[in-house]
């Protein structure tokens, strides 16, 4: 049996980046609780294109989880009221009949909006060019078996990889930091012996491009790893200070 | 210098500054506990830290450590304002993983401050300083000077004294069950296994020294009420 329910969604509308944004809010009814949230956003967006209003800009891509495109701040979490799961994932039966649901960007001074709901996250992508990889000389590649590596360490790594750099830990954290995104991605690397090469090297560059960008100081409030739709442990920034403070010390 | 310059830096200069104060508060809370056991071994404590040089020596680091966490966090929280951005978010809601004192540490941290001030003014300036300006030969009265149990019966006889003591005691115990497992995360002492068992400990610690200090505001209200009584 298919439920629906009526409810008011109040949107942040933001015509630029430079423009001065303000909430509108529309009534949508007949919405299905089967729907997934970005569903109900299409819906809406048919109903203003055919209403020849401007549709609301938001970010999506793969729709399943993995991508980290969705972004959206609703009802005073990034992704939703629900656990561990991103806003594609979330379904309208997560709320009421006649509920208001309020959807803002994620608001922090290094992810700049572009448009209504959607936010510039470049800033991301410069910290990892500033050292999450691997340098690796082509030519021979040892077979990755021949390397061992305690099962501990692997499934750190793979706990912390699995971060998507969706940003819901800097739209979280009252200090708009970005510790447990470079966490994640320093730890997954200095946690394996291929990473190790260069692990002093990159969370010496990597923390330096994340301050550069704006971002803010961590205060270990863990707003972000109780935010983070991957489940992403607050333990990885403890590791990046070790990391980082060694890395300093040696110099 | 990286240690200004750098976020983890800067966090780590709060951390080092927080635990050497959370040091002297074990210090300073052991010898009050004294006060409630021997009010004489207390004035002979008081004695020891009159004005000599390492008690004057430890005063300054002191004062050094207090500002240095002081400054630090006001501009700590100026950088993380201007990175949340100028908009701020229209509805926010609390996650049950988060501390209460963790979102608050500036908050409590002036409370905290408040608090030394009165204290300053109640105890170190009546004894330290008395004795300072009498050794810079201003003509003041020493006799009193080291009668730390005299000034603590007196104060904590005034019930309204006493209600401030301990409210402010109270904003330092929600201050310390973040501060103290913070400061090791910080540092990069923390896994998954010690998240838990350092929160633990920050909030033994906290209470720990909440109590000591608590203890003898309570002790000398009380006693002052038997007296009352008793007269």
Not at chain 1, 40 to 46: A, C, F, S
Not at chain 2, 80 to 107: H, P
Request: one cysteine or more; proline letters at 3%.
């Amino acid at each position: 049996m298919e439920k629906t329910i009526n409810i008011k969604v109040k949107v942040w509308r933001q015509a630029g980046p430079k423009a001065k944004g303000h909430f509108e809010t529309f009534e949508l009814n007949n919405i299905s609780t089967d729907s997934s949230f970005l569903e109900m956003i299409d819906v809406l967006n048919e109903k203003l294109i055919s209403e020849r209003r401007e549709p609301i800009a938001f970010d999506h891509d793969c729709r399943e989880g993995i991508c980290g495109m969705c972004s959206l701040y609703i009802n005073g979490h990034p992704h939703g009221p629900d656990d561990e799961i991103t806003t594609c994932q979330l379904h309208m039966r997560k709320f009421k009949d006649g509920e208001t649901i309020t959807i803002e960007p994620w608001r922090s001074a290094a992810f700049p909006v572009i448009k209504d709901l959607m936010v510039d996250r470049r800033a991301f992508d410069k910290i990892i060019q500033a050292g999450g990889f691997i340098s690796v000389n082509t030519g021979g590649v040892p077979d990755a078996n021949a390397i061992p590596i305690p099962k501990k360490n692997a499934d750190l790594a793979m706990d912390a990889a699995s971060c998507i750099g969706c940003g819901a830990c800097v739209a979280a954290c009252k200090n708009g930091s970005a510790m447990l995104f470079v966490s994640a991605k320093v730890s997954q690397l200095a946690l394996l012996p291929q990473g190790q090469v260069e692990a002093a090297r990159r969370a010496k560059a990597m923390v330096a491009k994340m301050d550069e960008l704006g971002f803010g100081n961590c205060t270990n409030t863990g707003a972000c790893a109780a935010e983070c739709p991957k489940g992403v442990k607050l333990s990885n920034i403890a590791r990046l200070n070790r990391e980082y403070l060694c890395a300093k010390l040696k110099d | 210098m990286w240690l200004k310059d750098s976020s983890i830096g800067r966090k780590l200069i709060m951390s080092i500054s927080g635990i050497a104060l959370i040091l002297f508060l074990l210090f300073h809370g052991t010898m009050n506990v004294v006060a409630i056991i021997s009010p004489d071994g207390y004035n002979m404590i008081c004695e020891f830290l009159g004005a000599n040089w390492y008690a004057l020596v430890g005063t300054i680091g002191l004062a050094v450590l207090v500002i240095v966490h002081i400054l630090y966090a006001f501009y700590l929280t100026l950088l993380n304002y201007r990175a949340r951005g100028f908009e701020r978010y229209a509805v926010t809601k609390k996650q049950a993983a988060v501390e209460w004192s963790s979102k608050n540490m500036l908050v409590l941290g002036i409370i905290v401050l408040l608090g030394i001030g009165l204290h300053l003014y109640n105890f170190w300036y009546k004894m330290q300083w008395v004795e300072l300006r009498h050794m810079m030969g201003a003509d003041v009265d020493v006799s009193k000077a080291t009668d730390g149990i005299g000034y603590i019966s007196e104060l904590f006889a005034n019930p309204v004294y006493s209600l401030i003591y301990l409210v402010w005691l109270c904003a330092l115990w929600f201050h310390l069950t973040h501060g103290f497992w913070s400061a090791l995360h910080t540092i990069g002492w923390n896994n998954d296994i010690w998240m838990k068992r350092l929160r633990v400990i920050s909030y033994i610690l906290a209470t720990l020294i909440v109590l000591m200090f608590a203890a003898v505001v309570i002790f000398y209200y009380g006693s002052s009420l038997a007296c009352g009584i008793a007269a």
